[in-house]
């Protein structure tokens, strides 16, 4: 099992709907998650953190946590054709800064 | 300011050559990372610096990757000899001490083994 899982998609939503993007994680003793976007060719950029269950918003972005299910999703509502990138969903163990897992990433397509 | 710069961006080296990567990390922060990712699959861990010292370095596949972090300041990932598996972007991550876990990844390093 892999430790963090993601659909790789690839995902279509159609401009301004709401995209969700999910994942799951397999360490229990998770502590932080975060998803970042990557464009084709580009390096990961971070976009939403959060480190409690429940939901986190920034703007367009909702993060959601659910620890006991082992968890997380972002909701991207009023969908941009900007939108279109990989989300990778990423987890770490400790509180402190050591290494951080990543997903495989989904693949998000928002058609105009 | 200067996010994580990487060198050189795309690199074609055949089998059993050397290559060395480098990586110039935001200037003040002690956390620099490795990651690789091969075509397909998930991005991977390699190691970790703290400073100049290997904090954790469970992720390196094997004795043909050397990576250092002299001073403190910028890294170097060498590969040598290079294997064909081991084409993929190679990046490079920094934080700072207490930065509440956040990275920030340079543009990567495009290693192709021919």
């Known amino acids: 099992q892999k430790e963090v899982e993601q659909n790789s998609g690839p995902l279509s939503v159609p401009e301004g709907a709401i995209a969700s993007l999910n994942c799951t994680y397999s360490?229990?003793?998770?502590?932080?998650f975060f998803w970042y976007r990557q464009y084709s060719g580009k390096s990961p950029e971070l976009i939403m953190s959060i480190y409690s269950n429940g939901d986190k918003e920034d703007g367009r972005f909702t993060a959601q946590l659910n620890k006991a299910s082992q968890y997380v999703s972002l909701l991207i509502r009023d969908s941009q054709p900007s939108d279109s990138a990989t989300y990778l969903c990423?987890?770490?163990?400790?509180?402190?800064?050591?290494?951080?897992?990543f997903g495989s990433g989904t693949r998000l397509s928002i058609r105009p | 300011e200067a996010g994580v710069t990487q060198f050189p961006s795309h690199s074609v080296i055949e089998k059993g050559q050397t290559v060395t990567l480098r990586c110039d990390p935001i200037?003040?922060?002690?956390?620099l990372y490795w990651y690789r990712r091969v075509m397909g699959k998930e991005i991977k861990f390699l190691l970790h610096f703290v400073k100049e010292s290997k904090q954790d370095e469970s992720g390196m596949p094997n004795n043909r990757f050397l990576a250092e972090r002299t001073g403190g300041t910028y890294s170097t990932l060498k590969v040598q000899p290079a294997e064909l598996e081991d084409s993929g972007v190679y990046f490079c991550a920094s934080s700072q001490a207490d930065s509440g876990n956040t990275i920030y990844f340079g543009e990567g390093s495009w290693l192709t083994v021919v």
């Open positions: 990423a987890v770490n163990r400790a509180s402190s800064a050591s290494k951080i897992i």
């Open positions: 200037s003040g922060h002690d956390n």
């Open positions: 360490d229990r003793v998770s502590q932080s």
